[in-house]
């Protein structure tokens, strides 16, 4: 009826909405609230760059993280060692614009990105040491 009528919270704080909290028997805002989430890695498969099943669930609360914290999201990708400096230069590109695009189809796109190649990996002699090389990172940027 167009009335707008303050919820009294005393019985129940789960009666406030997200993003307010129970103070004096009504729902305030809350100010400065900390939002616990953090973003988390995704990995690549060898010489891949389409984010798996499993990858892709990441993403998404890598993206309602993002889209809760309002902060930039800087997306650092890599590579194994093996292959030539510029076939991992060019994959790492792919995985970081992979992980961009997942982002903004989420409905997130403060983003910057940067392709390592296989300039920071490890010296391995096995796929379960190269195998962490191949993921992109995620930060977020102040």
């Not at 891949?48 to 993002?66: F, G, P, R, S, W």
Request: hydrophobic share 30%.
């Amino acid at each position: 009826s167009g009335v707008c009528v303050k919820i009294k919270c005393t019985d129940d704080p789960k009666l406030c909405p997200k993003g307010t909290k129970c103070e004096n028997g009504e729902c305030v805002a809350v100010k400065d609230e900390v939002i616990e989430c953090k973003l988390e890695s995704v990995s690549f498969a060898y010489n891949e760059h389409t984010l798996t099943a499993a990858a892709q669930e990441i993403m998404k609360k890598n993206a309602d993280c993002a889209k809760q914290k309002g902060k930039a999201v800087f997306v650092e990708s890599f590579c194994d060692e093996r292959g030539s400096t510029e076939y991992n230069m060019a994959l790492g590109v792919k995985r970081s614009s992979a992980a961009e695009k997942f982002l903004k189809a989420a409905g997130f796109d403060k983003l910057s990105t940067k392709s390592w190649g296989k300039e920071k990996a490890q010296s391995c002699k096995d796929d379960a040491c190269w195998s962490k090389d191949r993921r992109c990172d995620f930060s977020f940027k102040d």
